[in-house]
């Protein structure tokens, strides 16, 4: 078992078997407001964080966890913490407001599978990445979450963009979705999450894109009997402290705070593929059946429409990215 794991599970046990820590004598309180809900991965994440900081820094330091927008929305959360109001949230392209080269986190056929994202983030182009959320934003990337891909539901099987055929497809209000799958064929209606379910049950749309977590918890598999497994973006997250309160802790907590964030990201990798392994297998015993497409086709029928969306600035680091040579290993996260 690698030094890392055994160490994670030493903590891990140190949490679950000893007496509560006294918080009563923490010396710093960080509030840590994110908009998933307590049964998500992501929760379960940043709680794992908070416990292994309470048990490195002996109780010094208390990270309070505030998750289902609790503290306000994402963008309300980023505001807070440049306010010195909060001090860490989870965001990803959201903070192309601030930062362009964010807009990475979700953009459709960038990603090819958790390798080509670990090449990314962990890579050069995520610490140029990293450096400007720093100095031009504020905020401290602590770790990174890869995000379930998206995939396309129905009521038939789409293999390939000609299947299509102009099918009225519910998108997020977002250009770049927009555009490109109006270039794949389908005619993209721009909608609120919470409408989704009552207009697929009323055929007003034909179908949505989502990943299997949203999938499953919106209960789509009640009114869509397929799952496309386009892949058609595999994203990120980060959990970001904002730099200024960082730096105001002593060097021994900071320290703290970047190994909690290691582990706390090793702890996710692990929970991650678990949970979309369970997901998958929740929606076909709900009904769904799973299928391949040529992801290629899809892939190169977009690109245009995804290259005419990016920014003239980072267009280089999007050619970067597009051109990293794949590993010789399976892909491993849309084929799950």
């Known amino acids: 078992m690698p030094f890392n794991r055994i160490f ?3 903590i891990l046990l140190s949490i679950l078997f000893s007496c509560q820590s006294n918080h009563e004598k923490a010396e ?3 509030k840590l407001g994110h908009q998933a809900n307590e049964q998500d991965v992501w929760h379960r994440s940043v709680d794992y964080f908070s416990k292994v900081v309470d048990s490195l820094s002996d109780g010094q330091i208390e990270v309070r966890v505030f998750h289902s927008e609790q503290l306000g929305k994402e963008l309300d959360m980023i505001r ?3 306010a010195g109001i909060d001090d860490l949230t989870i965001s990803g392209e ?3 407001n601030w930062i362009e080269e964010t807009a990475f986190c979700g953009m459709p ?6 390798d080509h994202l670990s090449q990314v983030v962990d890579g050069p182009v995520g610490e140029r990445i990293a450096q400007k959320m720093i100095n031009e934003m504020g905020v401290r990337p602590l770790a990174y979450f890869a995000r379930g891909p998206r995939h396309l539901t129905s009521n038939r099987p789409i293999k390939h ?10 998108v997020p ?3 770049i979705s927009v555009s490109t799958w109006e270039a794949l064929g389908a005619k993209p209606t721009p909608m609120t999450f919470s409408e989704v379910f009552t207009s697929l049950q009323q055929k007003t749309i034909e179908g949505q894109e989502n990943p299997f977590a949203l999938i499953y ?3 789509f598999y009640e009114v869509q009997d397929y799952v496309n497994l386009t892949g058609h973006v595999i994203g990120w997250v980060y959990v970001i402290m904002g730099e200024a309160r960082f730096r105001s802790l002593s060097t021994e907590h900071q320290e703290i705070i970047l190994k909690a964030g290691r582990m706390m990201q090793e702890y996710h990798e692990d929970e991650f593929v678990k949970q979309e392994e369970m997901l998958r297998q929740l929606l076909v015993d709900r009904g769904m059946e799973m299928i391949n497409v040529d992801e290629e086709a899809f892939r190169k029928r977009a690109s245009e429409a995804v290259v005419n969306n990016i920014a003239e600035p980072i267009k280089p680091m999007y050619y970067e990215i597009i051109n990293m040579p794949k590993k010789n290993e399976k892909d491993t996260l849309p084929h799950l």
């Open 8 to 10: 994670q599970l030493v």
């Open 28 to 30: 710093v309180v960080l």
């Open 80 to 82: 807070s913490i440049e």
């Open 94 to 96: 959201s903070m192309q």
């Open 109 to 114: 056929y960038l990603i090819r599978d958790l």
């Open 161 to 170: 963009p000609d299947d299509l055929n102009g099918m009225i497809l519910r």
């Open 173 to 175: 209000p977002v250009p």
């Open 217 to 219: 918890s919106a209960g």
